[in-house]
């Protein structure tokens, strides 16, 4: 059977967003799933400390010891999660502190990949100035950095609770039919292009942010990091990287500029990847990691990109 994890990051357990994610779980158990109710705050579990572990290590477990360690209770809950289901109050205008805790505990799965596709919705429920919006698409970006499938999100202020349970009900339905068809088999995205495409239009896109931090704001090729990093990188396998990157990110934002968002979106994962394989090379692989770049992470589709424009 299908298992959702409804995790439940308010310290209320009987407070607006936990109505919310009750109606949630109930979507989701009316769609076939079973599901559980995890108020994460009963775990004890603190933040990543940067010893890159997790990376090193060929099962990329965690090795703190506590509920988000690669024996700790609620990390196993979510290595046997079909679909997530996060319900969450705005805090400071954003994600509460326990969701972003919870989310870089995470760090682990970056490498190995086993959340790629996992299916999540998420809920952020706002009681006084709101926000909500900008605290899903927060949490949205989140998801998708892992490479989890985004199923939907509810922005929610306490002014609309009565008409937004029935809402989070299908929301939870949506969960729960896309948990069913992981547990047949994980519907991990096929490229890094897939994923990008489908989060054009969901409650947080990639393609501005992460142009705007490769241009480093100036949307130019000739003001981006990448160039400068062509002029400062040592490392010759860096350098090279660098010298395709250029090239995508000039078409991307040609592409971009003409209002072709989708077809910018393809040549903007080339040149995301590879930065990353770049920076790696530069920084990480000998002096601060000690490992070559796991194949899960970012890796490098050139030729798949190549093969489409081909056609």
């Known amino acids: 059977m299908a298992y959702v994890l409804a995790l439940l990051f308010s310290g209320r357990r009987k407070g ?13 158990q009316d769609a076939g799933a079973e599901v559980e109710i995890v108020p994460v705050q009963r775990y004890r579990f603190g933040p990543c400390t940067s010893c890159f572990e997790c990376i090193r290590r060929e099962e990329h ?19 046997r ?25 995470l760090y682990p799965f970056l490498w190995s990949g086993e959340l790629d596709g996992l299916p999540v919705g998420a809920i952020s429920c706002a009681s006084n100035q709101g926000m909500q919006r900008l605290a899903l698409g927060q949490i949205c970006k989140w998801v998708f950095g892992f490479g989890m499938r985004w199923i939907g999100g509810l922005a929610v202020h306490t002014t609309d609770l009565e008409e937004a349970k029935s809402r989070a009900r299908e929301l939870g339905r949506r969960v729960g039919e896309a948990a069913l068809e992981d547990a047949k088999g994980r519907k991990a995205f096929f490229s890094e292009h897939e994923r ?17 931090n490769l241009t480093d704001g100036t949307f130019t090729v000739e003001g981006s990091l990448v160039a400068r990093a062509l002029r400062s990188f040592r490392n010759s396998e860096a350098r090279e990287l660098l010298g395709r990157a250029m090239e995508d990110l000039k078409r991307c934002l040609e592409l971009y500029k003409e209002g072709k968002r989708e077809e910018a979106c393809r040549y903007l994962v080339e040149a995301g990847a590879l930065w990353t394989h770049a920076t790696w090379k530069e920084f990480l692989e000998k002096d601060v990691i000690g490992t070559e770049i796991p194949e899960a992470y970012r890796p490098l589709d050139k030729a798949k990109v190549e093969e489409e ?3």
């Open 61 to 79: 477990r965690c090795v703190l010891p506590d509920a988000m360690g690669g024996e700790g209770e609620l990390f196993g809950k979510v290595l």
């Open 16 to 28: 607006y967003t936990a109505g919310l994610l009750t109606e949630a779980a109930r979507g989701a």
């Open 81 to 105: 999660a079909n679909g997530l289901i996060f319900g969450d109050p705005v805090h400071n205008w954003g994600p509460s502190a326990t969701c972003h805790l919870f989310i870089e505990r």
């Open 309 to 311: 424009e081909g056609k």
């Open 196 to 212: 990008y495409q489908t989060y054009l239009e969901a409650a947080w896109s990639p393609l501005e942010p992460y142009l705007e």
